[in-house]
T-cell receptor, first 112, second 112 residues
Framework: AQSVTQLDSQVPVFEEAPVELRCNYS??????LFWYVQYPNQGLQLLLK??????LVESINGFEAEFNKSQTSFHLRKPSVHISDTAEYFC??????????FGQGTTLQVKP | NAGVTQTPKFRVLKTGQSMTLLCAQD?????MYWYRQDPGMGLRLIHY???????AKGEVPDGYNVSRLKKQNFLLGLESAAPSQTSVYFC???????????FGDGTRLSIL
């Protein structure tokens, strides 16, 4: 069965510092991978996705994630965070069934 | 263009009461999903639908029922509410199995 593990429940970081949010998954077949962001009292918004092709995917607001099949990881990175990046981030995996399996979430706290 | 609309946004119920949560979408998506979000547990799939007239169980279906009589609507019912069902409920939609899901803003449900 699929599972997704986000290794850090909270990540505090100072503004303009780099950040990495870690995500590992378990699956025996090809997968699709997603990162979603949730701001307070809102629904989830798609941040970026890996479906196929280049293993490095980027979002429009400076985040990037790299699919590593051998390590079954899909870590999210940003070289310089802003206060506005404070939110909860969810990693999710799908095995072409249409169902998403989510990780437990990582709260990114950006401090001034 | 509203996207995914959930009603109501907030509700307080007493144990044993029943209610229905409505999800409406205007994106013509085939797939619709109901999740619950609880602290530290990410999102867990309750039920989902791959098209009008179809429903299927997700990870945590007990105590819930669903219906998809029209393509644009997906209803989640609680026949006899229990305190363990206190949660934030999210509806999501997608084009297909490998496509990202689009989320509503959620329904906060408290059961006393």
């Amino acid at each position: 069965a699929q599972s997704v593990t986000q290794l850090d429940s909270q990540v505090p970081v100072f503004e303009e510092a780099p950040v990495e949010l870690r995500c590992n998954y378990s699956s025996s077949v090809s997968v699709y991978l997603f990162w979603y962001v949730q701001y307070p009292n809102q629904g989830l918004q798609l941040l970026l996705k890996y479906l196929s092709g280049s293993t490095l995917v980027e979002s429009i607001n400076g985040f990037e994630a790299e699919f590593n099949k051998s390590q079954t990881s899909f870590h999210l990175r940003k070289p310089s965070v802003h206060i506005s990046d404070t939110a909860e981030y969810f990693c999710a995996v799908s095995e072409d069934t249409g169902k998403l399996i989510f990780g437990q979430g990582t709260t990114l706290q950006v401090k001034p | 263009n509203a996207g995914v609309t959930q009603t109501p946004k907030f509700r307080v119920l007493k144990t044993g009461q029943s209610m229905t949560l409505l999800c409406a979408q205007d994106m013509n998506h085939e797939y619709m999903y109901w999740y619950r979000q609880d602290p530290g547990m990410g999102l867990r799939l309750i039920h989902y639908s791959v098209g009008e007239g179809t429903t299927a169980k997700g990870e945590v279906p007990d105590g819930y029922n669903v219906s998809r009589l029209k393509k644009q609507n997906f209803l989640l019912g609680l026949e006899s509410a229990a305190p363990s069902q206190t949660s934030v409920y999210f509806c999501a939609t997608s084009w297909g199995t490998s496509q990202p899901q689009h989320f509503g803003d959620g329904t906060r449900l408290s059961i006393l």
